[in-house]
């Protein structure tokens, strides 16, 4: 499965976006193929709880259920998309001083066969995932710096 890593500082504690990130109700807010999220479990985001999601991405559907794989309060939160397209997404959390948070996100995934077959070269993926990586990020920093 490929994986992509990106971090970036953001300028709030690392509580505020720890909240932000665990917060199922932002998470179609930050990741910009993330269209849906329901049937979240009462518990949610401790980990174990689980949720149904739809993803679309380069006109492609795929809907599934997640699992909160992680929650560390304040220091990593993990969640796994099961489905044709599964992925696997983890925040690490780390206080740089000053009120800056250095904030890390991993996204493990399988490219799907009718993706494969479409692109034939997994690197243009690749480039599509990195470059949604960073959007994920910069999100987050948006929701955290407003207000």
């Known amino acids: 499965m490929p994986v992509v890593t990106k971090s970036m500082e953001i300028k709030a504690p690392v509580a505020k976006v720890f909240e932000v990130v665990t917060n199922p109700d932002n998470w179609t807010k930050f990741v910009s193929s993330l269209v849906e999220?329901?049937?979240?479990?009462?518990?949610?985001?401790a980990k174990g709880?689980?949720?149904a999601w739809k993803y679309r991405m380069m006109g492609f559907n795929f809907g599934g259920t997640g699992t909160v794989t992680d929650n560390q309060s304040g220091e990593s939160f993990a969640m796994a998309f099961e489905?044709?397209?599964p992925i696997k997404e983890s925040y690490v959390f780390r206080d740089s001083g000053d009120g800056?948070?250095?904030l890390e996100v991993t996204i493990d995934y399988e490219m799907p066969s009718p993706m494969k077959a479409?692109?034939?070269?997994?690197s243009v993926m690749e480039k599509i995932n990195e470059t949604e990586s960073q959007g994920v990020l910069e999100k987050i920093r948006a929701l955290c710096e407003s207000g």
């Open 37 to 45: 999220v329901s049937d979240k479990s009462a518990d949610i985001p």
């Open 49 to 51: 709880s689980t949720f």
């Open 83 to 85: 489905s044709k397209f």
């Open 100 to 102: 800056v948070t250095r």
């Open 118 to 122: 479409l692109f034939g070269d997994s």
